[in-house]
């Protein structure tokens, strides 16, 4: 699916959303934080992900009828900013590509070859240096699963 299409649906799930004024406090979070001087955690980025699809499930997607593409779409689309470290933003797109659940292979195929093309433009040895082992152990286990590395 080209990159338009997914920034279409994901377009059409925020405004449907109206996000801001179902959550004004956790947006105003969220844009504080990946804009920090603090590197985000791979768990914290984990659980970002996982309270946006719940909250978008909960507030939206499931009263509208809502696909699991759109769902996905959205919080790819509440993050689109991405982060400020190439690390934070790899992460995010190998949490994006578990919660999307191999459902939708056009998506899938995209984001495995913006993960594939981050790697490439960034050596994971170098981008890894200043995380923590275990969380290091995470993200690599989890690329592994995933047939990255």
Request: hydrophobic residues 40%; negative net charge; charged residues 30%.
């Amino acid at each position: 699916m080209a990159a338009t299409s997914i920034r279409r649906i994901a377009s059409a799930a925020r405004k449907w959303c109206c996000w801001a004024e179902i959550n004004p406090q956790k947006k105003g979070h969220e844009m504080a934080a990946y804009q920090s001087e603090e590197r985000v955690t791979y768990q914290t980025l984990k659980e970002w992900a996982l309270n946006s699809y719940f909250d978008f499930c909960r507030d939206r997607g499931i009263t509208m009828g809502m696909s699991h593409l759109e769902v996905i779409g959205y919080i790819d689309y509440d993050f689109e900013d991405g982060f400020q470290r190439p690390i934070e933003d790899l992460m995010w797109r190998v949490i994006l590509l578990v919660l999307a659940g191999g459902w939708h292979s056009e998506w899938h195929h995209r984001t495995r070859q913006i993960i594939v093309d981050k790697l490439v433009e960034h050596d994971l040895e170098s981008l890894l240096d200043n995380i923590p082992a275990d969380e290091a152990e995470t993200f690599l286990h989890d690329l592994k699963i995933l047939k990255l590395i």
